[in-house]
Every structure is written in structure tokens, then in C-alpha cells.
């Protein structure tokens, strides 16, 4: 198969990869259904969650199945793989696969899951896999070398990306299109920086998140759980790095951000709501962008679809950055930030 493969187009190559992984997602989600049944990873209804009945859980399963599985049957096929940064991946993914599965099932502590997200987070770094620089305007060149500290913004990036999104993954589909629009903004640049691992890796996690889509879609019938949330954001946050790897230039991280915006803004303000209440910052609560537009009077369905939209506008604008296209991309942030404004503002005067 690996002969085959080597004689096709590259593009081609990671269109079969997308194909191969949405197919193997889609259908091992039923046997996934099954399985969080058989385990126990099952979903009761509380007060801040949106379901009203119980939901299997470890759907997530089936996106790792379908990424690892896909990554398995193409990378050898590509040119000039950087086969060290990819096996920290997918080790540390694994460990955070597994953890996330076992806190489906026995829900474990805080501390424990961030024990082990730093372990999958320091296999990275130890493969090959870090931050070395970011964008800092009274640098030379504007760029900041992080030289010793490189190492730890690796480890709260990768962090922070991995409980970011595991946060908003609070209505049917959310954080699987969030994810997929991330995947596909990332393959984007991947294949402008001219790095063709870091395109296969976007382009199987894009192609399992849409293939689990149509069963997590509201009205969902399996969620992906931590087993999935935490996976898709381990990953994402190392393709990014990796896919920037070799763009030694100062916009790479502020690209990253812009492209996974809407998980990061949002706990980011999570956070300073939390504090700011003199709440415990890891006590979960009905504060999320997506809590905020279902008890406004959205339907699941419309406060996805415009969060899609949201984290669409952010995935365009860090594409346009990349390209250097930087005042459209300002437009582009500067409309999201004035219509977020305007409706903050409307909401205030109907409060009143």
C-alpha cells in the first residue's frame, strides 16, 4: 500500500487520509456507544449540563481510532516525515486519551488529569516538539527568543489548548466543529509553510472529527467525553506548534491563537469570571459563551451553528496574518469584537 501511496500526488494523499479517517470515525462510533455502556462512561443530567438524559460518554474514542489508525496506514508514505515529533504526539496523545477515558467512567481529580496532561506535554517537548519564539514588537526582528523558558510556554500552550477545549465542549457538536474548522485552518498554513506532516495530521483530525459530526450533532446521540475533548485539544495544540515549526517569524503564535480563538477567549474569561467571584478557577459553572446564548433563548442547533462562525471568522483571520494579509485580518477580528459588543450592549438596555 505504502508503494501505492508513494506514487500519488501529495495533495491527493492527504485527501485519502481525510477520507480514511472519516469513514473509520463514523462508523466505530456505534461500537463506541456501545462500549461507554458496557464501561459505565455515561453522562447524567446536572443542573449546568444541557442534557436531560442520560448520554453515553468515550465517543472520543472513535475520532483517536480514526486519526491514529490513518496516521498509521499514510505517514509512511510521506515525504520527509518528521518521525520523532511524531511519535511524542501520539504517545503523549495516547496518555491523554487513556486519562480522559478513566475520568469518563470514575471522574478523577483535577490535579491527577493535570499531572498527567504535563507528562504528555513534557514527551512532546522531549521528542523535539517546543515554543522557541514569540511575537514581541521591541524585540530585534520582532521576535522574542524564549531560550530556557521555551520549555515551559510549551507546557502551559499545550495545557491550556487542551483544557480550553475540553471547556466548550458543553452543546451537541460544539467542540468537534470547533475543532474541525481548527484542523482545516491549521492543514491551510501547514501547506503554505510547506510542512507535510504537520497537513496529514490536520487533515486525519479534521476528517475524524466530521466523521463522529453527524452522531454528536444536535440531537446527539453519543458524546466524545474528556476521552475525545482532551485528545482534540492535545493535539491541536502540537500540530500547531509543529505546522510553525520551521516559520521562524514572529506572527506563528499569534497565528495559533487567533485560528483556536474561540476556546482560548473563552477560557480566558472563564477564568478571570471565576476569580473575580471567588470561585475555585477549575469549579465548572453555566458562564460559557454556549451557556450564555442557549439560556438567551438560542436552540442548541443556532448557538452552534454561530459559534461555528465565530471560530470561523478567527480561523480567517489567522490565515490572512499568515499570508500577511494583516489589515483584512484586523477587519475581520475588529467586526467579531464590535458585533460581540453590540449585543453585549442590547442585552444590558433588555436587562433593565
Known sequence: ??????????????????????????????????????????????????????????????????????????APSIKDLELIHLIGLIIGGVVITIVGLLDDIYDLPAKLKLFFQILAALIVIITGTTIHAISWPWAPGGVLLLGSFSNVITIIWIIGVTNAVNLIDGLDGLATGVSSIAALCLMFISILNGEPTAVLLTAALAGSCLGFLPHNFNPATIYMGDTGSTFLGFTLSVISIQGFIKSYTAITIIVAVLILGLPIFD??????????????????????????????????????????????????????????????????????????????????????
Open 1 to 74: 500500500m505504502f508503494d501505492f501511496l508513494k506514487g500519488i500526488n501529495s495533495n491527493f494523499i492527504y485527501i485519502i487520509a481525510f477520507v480514511i479517517a472519516f469513514v473509520i470515525a463514523c462508523f466505530t462510533t456505534p461500537l463506541s456507544k456501545k462500549f461507554a455502556y458496557k464501561v459505565g462512561a455515561i453522562d447524567m443530567p446536572k443542573a449546568r449540563g444541557m442534557n436531560t438524559k442520560p448520554m453515553p460518554l468515550a465517543g472520543g474514542i472513535s475520532i483517536v481510532l480514526g486519526f491514529l489508525v490513518t496516521i498509521a496506514l499514510i
Open 267 to 352: 477560557t480566558f474569561f472563564a477564568i478571570l469570571r471565576r476569580i473575580a467571584n471567588g470561585k475555585p478557577v477549575m469549579q465548572a459553572d453555566r458562564g460559557h459563551l454556549h451557556h450564555r446564548l442557549v439560556d438567551r433563548g438560542y436552540s442548541h442547533k443556532r448557538a452552534v451553528l454561530t459559534l461555528y462562525g465565530i471560530s470561523g471568522g478567527f480561523g480567517i483571520a489567522g490565515i490572512l496574518i499568515a499570508m500577511n494579509d494583516i489589515m483584512f485580518a484586523l477587519i475581520i477580528i475588529g467586526l467579531i469584537l464590535v458585533v460581540w459588543l453590540l449585543d453585549f450592549i442590547a442585552r444590558r438596555i433588555k436587562n433593565k
